[in-house]
């Protein structure tokens, strides 16, 4: 369920919000995808990194959106190709834009170069640059955890194969200990290089 899933990273959202970068919020996105909606740890370090580098999808939609305004405040008329034109260049230049505040504006010129519009009246959208920045890092952030989400449910059977093969070899190390306890179970003590976990089974 998309709501009960951005309802865990609702923590992250605020603070995306409040920073205004992505990669900022990295830490606590972490600590929502992992505590509050138990992503797997190895999921959650490959997939969240590059998408606070690479998956910036409010910066794309803001880029395409202001160059249309911009057009539309010059009376310049937009055919299909210059459209199709301002959405590619804007998705290519919202992965090259980093994750600090303000950035979007910056790759934006790219964008207004490439149809022929006049970038200095990336000026008119300047003044409320400072509040739509944090709603599309909100919405950058809410893209990523979607985004590991996913990941995590279509590696779910490599991640339990994985843990099998983990446990196994383990097995054949010796690193298993059984000991029994009362009449009714035992306990097994798993003995790693630098810790001691113990959990108990009824039989």
């Known amino acids: ?23 900022a919020t990295l830490p606590v996105t972490f600590k929502c995808l992992e ?14 990194p590059i998408g ?14 202001a160059a249309v305004f911009i057009a539309q405040v010059n009376g310049i008329y937009l055919n299909f190709g210059q459209l199709v034109t301002v959405s590619l260049t804007a998705t290519l230049a919202s992965i090259g834009a980093a994750g600090i505040p303000q950035a979007g504006l910056v790759t934006m010129l790219l964008v ?27 919405v950058n952030v809410l893209g990523d955890a979607y985004g590991t989400g ?18 196994a070899l383990k097995l054949e190390e010796g ?4 000991e029994k ?13 630098n810790d001691e976990v113990r959990y108990e089974s009824q039989l």
């Open 150 to 167: 996913i990941v995590h449910k279509l590696s779910q059977a490599e991640l339990d194969d994985a843990d099998a093969r983990e446990q």
């Open 181 to 193: 306890k009362g009449e009714n179970g035992f306990e097994r003590t798993v003995r790693g290089h």
């Open 1 to 23: 369920n998309p709501f009960v899933f951005s309802k865990g990273v609702l923590q992250a959202l605020v603070t995306a919000f409040g920073t205004a970068s992505s990669s």
């Open 112 to 138: 207004l170069t490439a149809v022929g519009l006049p970038t200095e009246d990336v000026s008119l959208i300047y003044a409320i640059d400072w509040f739509l920045d944090r709603i599309r890092t909100a």
């Open 175 to 178: 690193e298993f200990d059984d």
């Open 35 to 48: 505590d509050n909606l138990l992503i797997d740890k190895r999921i959650t370090r490959f997939v969240l």
């Open 52 to 65: 606070a580098t690479v998956n910036m999808d409010g910066t794309a939609l803001y880029e395409a959106v």
